[in-house]
T-cell receptor
Framework: TQLLEQSPQFLSIQEGENLTVYCNSS?????LQWYRQEPGEGPVLLVT?????EVKKLKRLTFQFGDARKDSSLHITAAQPGDTGLYLC???????????FGSGTKLNVKP | GAVVSQHPSRVICKSGTSVKIECRSL??????MFWYRQFPKQSLMLMAT?????????EQGVEKDKFLINHASLTLSTLTVTSAHPEDSSFYIC???????????FGSGTRLTVV
């Protein structure tokens, strides 16, 4: 059983299209992070959201933390081939004794 | 910024042998280290959490006698895959939380291939 469920699992789109990735859980988290990972490398942190309802923007990426702090979304505007990668949400316990990743969304942006 | 150095980056070993993977925190003290494994095109699965000076906590389904974790100092955690088999071939990666912050620093990963 996955603590953090992401959808969709796979996404293949054309350059210029918009997309949204969802991360859902039945648990409440004090914070949630989004990462992007390239094959053979470690994940790279994109953003940390802390407050319920919080919205953060990183260029063409918009991240939102649900009001109840159980879910989050990542929206990419005008996707580019360089956005291709594995997107992972992740969250941990307040005392850092656990840190779990979501099931992942594999994004492929075709030129 | 905080750096976790992970070695080796790639290792090929024969079935039945043991392989040790090291993760060192270079400029901060890592009292906790998370160990993950990742199969191709899948997410990172938490295997265990190591804590300096105490026994590691393993996730359900992870064999503690097969994946030996040692966290002997505040800057070094090791994962030893004992009696490796081809099904243990995977990408292993460590991560340390930065106490007081929300950041987690990741090692660069180890690609293990058991032949």
């Amino acid at each position: 059983t996955q603590l953090l469920e992401q959808s969709p699992q796979f996404l293949s789109i054309q350059e210029g299209e918009n997309l949204t990735v969802y991360c859902n859980s039945s648990s409440v988290f004090s914070s949630l992070q989004w990462y992007r990972q390239e094959p053979g490398e470690g994940p790279v942190l994109l953003v940390t959201v802390v407050t319920g309802g919080e919205v953060k923007k990183l260029k063409r990426l918009t991240f939102q933390f649900g009001d109840a702090r159980k879910d989050s979304s990542l929206h990419i505007t005008a996707a580019q081939p360089g956005d291709t990668g594995l997107y992972l949400c992740a969250a941990g316990a307040n005392n850092f004794n656990k840190f779990y990743f979501g099931s992942g969304t594999k994004l492929n942006v075709k030129p | 910024g905080a750096v976790v150095s992970q070695h080796p980056s790639r290792v090929i070993c024969k079935s039945g042998t043991s392989v040790k993977i090291e993760c060192r925190s270079l400029d901060f003290q890592a009292t906790t280290m998370f160990w993950y494994r990742q199969f191709p095109k899948q997410s990172l699965m938490l295997m265990a959490t190591s804590n300096e000076g105490s026994k590691a906590t393993y996730e359900q389904g992870v064999e503690k006698d097969k994946f030996l974790i040692n966290h002997a100092s505040l800057t070094l955690s090791t994962l030893t895959v004992t009696s490796a088999h081809p099904e243990d071939s995977s990408f292993y990666i460590c991560s340390a939380p930065q106490q007081g912050l929300y950041g987690y620093t990741f090692g660069s990963g180890t690609r293990l291939t058991v032949v």
